[in-house]
């Protein structure tokens, strides 16, 4: 019902700056949080950046002060502006939003994922 499609990954060399987007469309009711994850071979799958509608953020440790995640609810995207990059934030990193489909009833959307491989 809701698609997410990233964009902006690719190949960089260390210190060097991405900015990802994400873009949901479809039957869009709500949206609510929305964040990034990433996933690196034969890693779990594990939580970048997110951000409330309001606007509230978190971020992992080891990107803190090296990427900023910012959203814009009028138009349902989301970006992940990644900064200082290293070998190890290589990874397929994936957009994710929770949708409310109802009083307290809530669906989570994965996009298709973008990969960012950082070379040293």
């Known amino acids: 019902q809701v698609r997410l499609v990233e964009s902006g990954g690719g190949l960089v060399q260390a210190g060097g700056s991405l900015r990802l987007s994400c873009a949901a469309s479809g039957s869009i009711f709500y949206i609510n949080a929305m964040g990034w994850y990433r996933q690196a071979p034969g890693k779990q799958r594990e939580l970048v950046a997110r951000i409330t509608r309001g606007s509230i953020t978190n971020y992992a440790d080891s990107v803190k002060g090296r990427f900023t995640i910012s959203r814009d609810n009028a138009k349902n995207t989301v970006d992940l502006q990644m900064n200082s990059l290293k070998p190890e934030d290589t990874a397929v990193y994936y957009c994710?939003?929770?949708?409310?489909?109802?009083?307290?009833?809530?669906?989570?959307?994965w996009g298709q994922g973008t990969q960012v491989t950082v070379s040293s």
């Open positions: 994710n939003a929770d949708h409310q489909i109802g009083w307290g009833s809530e669906d989570t959307y």
